[in-house]
């Protein structure tokens, strides 16, 4: 993930920098004693040196060793660290196959990090809030607000055959004064069908966590709540130029539907 690299060589060049600064300062404390000991102004300006090269260089080898692992272990400095680009949580969604209203179908979808990159996956239900099946991603791309991820897995809960290999595009938005994005939009596609299908989400408020914590039939409860109201204005327009080709053209978001990141 570009963003948490970023960041997290930000941190190390900043600690090494200071650590280099305060090291300066330090060689003169050490260079007496050093001097004292080995008898040569010479031998202790070069010993000085050394052991400030051999401070620096372990720290960078133990900030590259530790850094990587609090970063995958601690959500909290994840959150800190990429702000507006903290996509993980949990959200709701309605799919409509080709911006039909009357047919959609809803879920509850979980991006987590893992392994230095985001998964995604979920679960499916219908109008009537009865489970459809559910999906895992297989290759994730994030950058600048906007996610990418091929899936390949669906286990489909009736017994039909399983969902073609496809791909989504996802653009976050971040509600004003708010510290990470509340709601994402966008599009998918099935190698195997033609058809676009447009994805409205938002991230689940305390209520909608206290649902699904209860379990199936409130969660099932939830998403057909969700399913039965329209999407925020604001959705994406999608152009397909080309087979396996997309681009995005966002349109104005109606601040006032924009529901609070609890």
């Known amino acids: 993930m570009q963003a948490l690299q970023t960041a997290t060589k930000w941190i190390i060049t900043t600690i090494v920098a200071l650590t280099v600064t305060l090291a300066e300062f330090g060689k003169e404390l050490v260079k007496e004693p050093v001097e004292a000991l080995m008898g040569s102004e010479d031998y202790a300006t070069a010993a ?3 052991l400030v090269f051999a401070l620096v260089w ?16 601690n959500v909290w400095l994840r959150r800190m660290l990429l702000r507006k680009d903290f996509i993980e949580g949990t959200w709701k969604d309605v799919v409509r196959r080709d911006c039909d209203e009357l047919n959609a179908t809803g879920g509850i979808v ?3 990090y893992s392994d230095g990159g ?22 994730t791309h994030y950058d600048k607000g906007e996610l990418v991820y091929c899936f390949s897995k669906y286990v489909s809960r009736s017994g039909e055959r399983p969902v073609s290999p496809g791909y989504c595009l996802y653009r976050f938005s971040t509600a004003l004064g708010q510290p990470r994005p509340h709601s994402f939009y966008g599009y998918f596609f099935k190698e195997d069908d033609n ?13 909608d ?15 057909q709540e969700l399913i039965a109201t329209r999407p925020p204005a604001g959705a994406a327009v999608i152009h397909r130029d080309e ?10 978001v109606n601040r006032r539907q924009i529901p609070p990141v609890s």
């Open 48 to 50: 000085a040196f050394a």
């Open 58 to 73: 372990s720290l960078i080898q133990l900030l590259q060793e530790i850094l990587p692992w609090l970063v995958q272990n």
């Open 110 to 112: 979980q991006i987590t």
């Open 118 to 139: 985001l998964k995604v996956s979920g679960e499916t239900f219908d109008a009537a809030g009865n489970p459809i099946g559910n999906f895992n991603s297989l290759v």
């Open 195 to 207: 058809a676009m299908y447009r994805v409205d989400c938002w991230r689940l408020t305390k209520a």
């Open 209 to 223: 966590e206290d649902a699904v914590r209860r379990g199936p039939e409130s969660t099932a409860s939830l998403v």
């Open 243 to 252: 087979p396996g080709k997309a681009r995005f053209e966002a349109q104005p």
